[in-house]
């Protein structure tokens, strides 16, 4: 059964730092991964998706890395801002599945003024 | 609209009430998804729909819980027989057909069982 761990849980850092998300999964055989940001309140926004081909894809500060065969992802985001702060979500899409994305806890990233 | 729409924003009833949720996903979108989130279980995935296939249900948690899409377009989840253990965000997501497409979510329904 894939499960995706996402550590930290929390994290808080003055802005303008550059910070590194982590997302582990436990099956390799995935289609891609999906990393989105929610706000409180609010719906998911899709930041990167990397199909299980790529090595990374980038959008902004923000750079996506995946390492299929170690199970893992991490999000960096450079020069941290306050309107960076949010949960950050990953989901792998596996290759067993049609369609559904099986998620993490998410990272609730706090970046002070 | 630009987005996949959810209504209503928020729904309180009462235990043992049927409720009734709405999701019009983004135009031209074929697959149309429904999560739910909650405090204790994260993002969980409840059922798929794609095209004029049978949809994936295997998210769903009982036989209280349905869904439709009519037209390919707007989907429906149904509760019935709310319990308390329902109260959560019901999130729809939709995407242009499934595989290397990302999917796109609306803000969800807050569902409130009392």
């Known amino acids: 059964k894939q499960e995706v761990t996402q550590i930290p849980a929390a994290l808080s850092v003055p802005e303008g730092e550059n910070l590194v998300l982590n997302c582990s999964f436990t099956d390799s055989a995935i289609y891609n991964l999906q990393w989105f940001r929610q706000d409180p309140g609010k719906g998911l926004t899709s930041l990167l998706l990397i199909q299980s081909s790529q090595r990374e894809q980038t959008s902004g500060r923000l750079n996506a890395s995946l390492d299929k065969s170690s199970g893992r992802s991490t999000l960096y985001i450079a020069a941290s801002q306050p309107g960076d702060s949010a949960t950050y979500l990953c989901?792998?899409?596996?290759?067993?599945?049609?369609?559904?994305?099986?998620f993490g806890q998410g990272t609730t990233l706090q970046v002070k003024p | 609209g630009a987005g996949v729409s959810q209504s209503p924003s928020n729904k309180v009833t009462e235990k043992g009430k049927d409720v009734e949720l709405r999701c019009d996903p983004i135009?031209?979108?074929?697959?149309l998804y429904w999560y739910r989130q909650s405090l204790g279980q994260g993002l969980e995935f409840l059922i798929y729909?794609?095209?004029?296939?049978?949809?994936?249900k295997s998210g769903l948690p009982s036989d209280r819980f349905s869904a439709e899409r009519t037209g390919g377009s707007v989907s429906t989840l149904t509760i019935q027989r709310t319990q308390q253990e329902d109260s959560a965000v019901y999130l729809c997501a939709s995407s242009q057909r499934t595989g290397d497409q990302p999917q796109h979510f609306g803000d969800g329904t807050r569902l409130s069982i009392l």
């Open positions: 989901a792998v899409r596996p290759l067993s599945n049609t369609g559904k994305l099986i």
């Open positions: 729909f794609q095209g004029n296939s049978a949809p994936d």
């Open positions: 135009s031209g979108h074929t697959a």
